[in-house]
């Protein structure tokens, strides 16, 4: 069984309705038994760095989701879920992350040279920087849709799944032992998303 963590913001079902397709068995909760029942943990990510943050520490979820971590159970941050992953972001005044990756989120910035906007929407095409089960079998173009004004600057390459460019090469998925993070929507990401959903419940 998937934990979905609900922090009250989002399209948490579409989520669910995707791995409901691929045969597994997801519930959307903020329940702290039920996370720690489940056999692996969604982090989503819609909505504002500190107001997630602040939901999961009035709720005690952030020692929870360490302890359930640390204990080897895979967690899947998405999107705004994979930044909550980093020490910090640029974004966030109310303090921290969750500190399971070593990476700070950065804002896009571009010189004047460069004519592109913030937010990255949009489909766009990553690259695999190394070998893991997450990207098991994918293979060919990798194609997938990315809506962030903020993405992960990792402390060591190590830790980068898959990189994307926007103007310059970022962290696209990021991987710390068995905590992975895509700056992606999976969800929102038709074949390609699927199939890597399909690996996180069934490999990773």
């Given amino acids: 069984?998937?934990?979905?963590?609900d922090y009250g913001l989002g399209n948490?079902?579409?989520i669910q309705n995707m791995l409901d397709v691929i045969g597994e068995n997801a519930i959307i909760t903020s329940d702290a038994d039920q996370i720690k029942k489940s056999d692996r943990l969604i982090l989503p990510g819609v909505g504002a760095f500190d107001a997630v943050m602040k939901f999961l520490s009035e709720r005690q979820l952030i020692s929870v989701i360490k302890t359930e971590t640390d204990s080897g159970k895979p967690l899947l941050g998405i999107c705004l879920g994979m930044q909550l992953l980093g020490r910090k972001s640029e974004e966030g005044k109310w303090g921290g992350g969750l500190g399971?990756?070593?990476f700070e989120s950065k804002k896009f910035k571009f010189d004047k040279t460069v004519n592109l906007k913030v937010p990255h929407m949009g489909w766009d095409i990553v690259a695999f920087k190394q070998k893991s089960p997450l990207l098991d079998g994918l293979e060919g173009t990798q194609r997938y849709y990315f809506v962030h004004s903020y993405h992960a600057v990792c402390d060591?390459?190590?830790?980068?799944?898959?990189?994307?460019?926007?103007g310059y090469e970022f962290a696209a998925a990021?991987?710390?032992?068995?905590?992975?993070?895509?700056q992606f929507h999976p969800e929102k990401s038709h074949d390609f998303g699927m199939s890597l959903l399909r690996n996180f419940v069934e490999k990773c």
């Fill in 12 to 14: 948490l079902a579409s």
């Fill in 174 to 182: 990021v991987v710390n032992k068995n905590v992975y993070g895509v």
């Fill in 100 to 102: 399971l990756i070593p």
């Fill in 1 to 5: 069984m998937t934990a979905i963590i």
């Fill in 156 to 166: 060591s390459e190590k830790n980068v799944l898959m990189s994307c460019d926007y």
